[in-house]
């Protein structure tokens, strides 16, 4: 008996050494910030003052005193002193790489008129070796005459071949040096689902929309891996400066290839500061699905199991697919990129094998057959948790907008677009067809999941110039103060909750990301003030002080270089 009461309290004294250990263990905090004025996401918490982080993750929130219990002598403290903090913006539609590519291009989406457009290539074409491709741009010129041509620029860049890119992303121009490389002449055949611009006499203007602009990108060469890890460092390094912790690369035909490539060269060599979540090019399908099934990438930093098709184009060059005729041009009320038999069949075919599809839709006929495609399809292949989006939602048709929530389709929307395309939009469709234009509201109220992005590099990186955008409705020309259709305006938390909740809903992440709660990734942004009490026409203005990506800091504002005077 005695040597089991030995034995016994042995047995003991071990187990409260071994519970001590776990506890001590467990109140071991490497990152504790406190003041803060924290806006998880969190229905069950919605605010904080304090929060612990642990290796990459949040391991508690709450209220200071109780936070500061996980302290120990090697924890760092930082004392925000009031600032706001939310969980990392989650940007559900960008062209990562394209735009890092852009970050180091000329730079024409400012250039007012078409004299600056063409004096910024002409100095930009000085800065480079002869013969460098002159890509990117992203001009506007909605308020210009006429499109620019080839015309403008072939003097200034003989000696450099000229592909730069509308801020649409769905138009480009060509100088005839970059024709000429590319084999197009004035016999070019026309492509399905593109145009090619000609003037009178039926010669070249050097314009491309859509699908015929794959005539040139196709022959452009390729970029080698050490520019493209430049082009992918650049993109994160300016998203985690605007409070952007996890981005949805989304398929886009002017890519080149190597773009998966690169993102998974960082993810070995653990240099991504981004989370990113791959979507590659939706008819690639059947090779998409063979990598998931032998190498499927679903780390915390790169996740590539979705894809992405294009249906119709956009409002701006006239080829978004709408029922009724363009506004300002009767005889045209759009196009389909592709045939509509086979994004079925590619929707079907990639929904079997368990594979996320997003596809881009803009007008209202695109919207809804795409709809009709995906009510089939969830008929034809049985009830599972697919999330099947439809990006960017721009005009849709007030029937179609319960049918996204009754289908539960995530409408992954751009809302800096609103106050770009409401300066000429209801010129180009009409009165009422603007009613339900980027319908946020009318979607949110319907039920639906809407999920914010930026289109970056077509709009701004900024999650806040977005929430500014989606609160107000007030277009960049300042024209509409109340708001552009002010009836689809929403609440700052239901933009703060597209841009995150539902961000990592969009991806099937949301257990891991998108809100601040123990156990979820320590992804974060310190804002200057809050995004939901500050004047709604300040929003843009506020700024990202720092910005966290697995308890690590990736952006400092107080680090950046000062600017001159």
Request: charged share 25%; with cysteine; aromatic share 8%.
């Amino acid at each position: 008996m005695k040597h089991f009461n030995t034995t016994f309290k042995i047995i003991l004294v071990f187990a409260i050494g071994s519970i001590l250990s776990c506890e001590n263990e467990f109140q071991h905090a490497d990152l504790i910030i406190v003041n803060a004025n924290i806006w998880t996401g969190n229905e069950k918490q919605p605010n904080a003052e304090a929060m612990a982080v642990r290796g990459d993750s949040i391991i508690a929130i709450g209220a200071k005193q109780d936070i500061l219990k996980f302290k120990n002598p090697s924890s760092k403290i930082i004392d925000v002193k009031g600032n706001y903090i939310t969980p990392g913006f989650i940007d559900t539609h960008v062209h990562f790489l394209f735009g890092g590519f852009n970050l180091m291009s000329v730079q024409l989406r400012d250039a007012k008129t078409p004299d600056e457009f063409i004096s910024r290539i002409s100095q930009y074409a000085k800065t480079v070796p002869k013969g460098t491709w002159i890509l990117g741009g992203e001009w506007d010129g909605s308020d210009w005459e006429t499109l620019p041509s080839k015309d403008w620029i072939d003097n200034h860049t003989p000696e450099h071949p000229v592909f730069i890119t509308g801020l649409s992303g769905h138009i480009a121009l060509a100088n005839s040096l970059a024709m000429e490389l590319t084999g197009v002449t004035f016999e070019v055949e026309e492509v399905t689902g593109g145009v090619i611009g000609r003037n009178d006499s039926n010669e070249l203007t050097g314009i491309f929309k859509d699908n015929a602009m794959n005539i040139i990108s196709d022959k452009i060469p390729a970029a080698t891996d050490e520019e493209m890890d430049k082009a992918l460092i650049a993109a994160m390094n300016h998203f985690a400066s605007k409070g952007v912790t996890t981005v949805h690369n989304v398929w886009y035909p002017a890519e080149s290839e190597g773009h998966g490539e690169t993102f998974e060269r960082a993810l070995n060599a653990k240099k991504l500061i981004t989370r990113i979540y791959r979507l590659d090019a939706l008819e690639k399908w059947e090779t998409r699905a063979k990598k998931e099934k032998g190498k499927s990438i679903k780390s915390k930093w790169l996740k590539t199991n979705g894809l992405k098709g294009m249906f119709d184009g956009a409002l701006g060059s006239h080829t978004a697919a709408f029922f009724e005729p363009y506004a300002d041009d009767p005889s045209d009320n759009g196009l389909f990129l592709v045939p509509e038999k086979n994004l079925y069949d590619w929707v079907s075919n990639a929904d079997k094998k368990h594979l996320q599809v997003a596809v881009h839709a803009i007008g209202d006929r695109a919207i809804n057959t795409l709809l009709n495609n995906y009510e089939n399809i969830i008929s034809e292949n049985g009830k599972k948790d697919r999330r099947f989006r439809i990006e960017h939602v721009q005009h849709i048709a007030p029937q179609d907008i319960k049918r996204v929530a009754s289908l539960n389709v995530i409408a992954s929307m751009q809302p800096s677009h609103t106050i770009d395309d409401g300066r000429w939009a209801e010129k180009v469709i009409g009165p009422e067809r603007i009613k339900t234009t980027y319908a946020f509201k009318s979607l949110i109220d319907a039920g639906a999941i809407v999920s914010f992005g930026s289109d970056w590099p077509v709009a701004s990186a900024s999650p806040l110039e977005g929430i500014y955008a989606a609160v107000t409705r007030i277009t960049l020309d300042g024209k509409n103060p109340e708001g552009w259709v002010p009836k689809q305006k929403i609440t700052p938390e239901e933009a703060l909750i597209a841009y995150t909740k539902n961000g990592a809903y969009a991806s099937f992440e949301e257990n891991v990301k998108g809100t601040l709660a123990p156990g979820k990734l320590a992804d974060f942004v310190i804002i200057s003030d809050d995004i939901t009490k500050v004047e709604p026409q300040k929003i843009k203005d506020l700024k990202i002080l720092k910005t966290f990506v697995g308890g690590e800091k990736v952006f400092d504002a107080n680090m950046m270089p000062k600017k001159d005077n």
